[in-house]
């Protein structure tokens, strides 16, 4: 697998990215209106899912307000996109109460980068206004010299 290397504070060559709920989203769904950025910030990245992110995905996926596509679908396009791009799984082995959110808003996205951190890996995320260590936001890779 290809592993590109990085400027940015805090990657390596070796960095290792969570995908957050919308990350996986728009990486799988190509009428996301964020799927040319996802696609172009995964390029050669070695990306990791999470049950947490993948629960999100297959939620929002079959909602009828939102992607509305059929459960099997869903199941089927996070199974390819797993496949395609060889995404590694881990647990979401981090207790609840290890992770500190500020505010009720920030519950899963901080619980999210605490997972990734504890991994030793970034949170991958379009989520500008998140602040934590552990987070790559990707528009602002997508802007940097060094995606």
Known sequence: MSREASTSPGLTPLTRFLLDVNALLAAVWGHHSRHSEAFAWLKGKPIVLC???????????????????????????????????????????????????????QVTDFYLADLAARHGMKLATFDEGLTHPAVQSIPSALKGPSS
Request: net charge neutral.
């Open 51 to 105: 049950p947490l992110a993948e629960l999100g995905f297959l939620r929002i996926s079959s909602n009828k307000k939102a992607i509305n596509v059929g459960m099997e679908k869903a199941r089927e396009a996070l199974e390819k996109f797993c496949a395609e791009r060889k995404a590694e799984r881990i647990t979401d082995d981090l207790p609840a109460l290890e992770s500190y959110p500020k505010t009720s808003e």
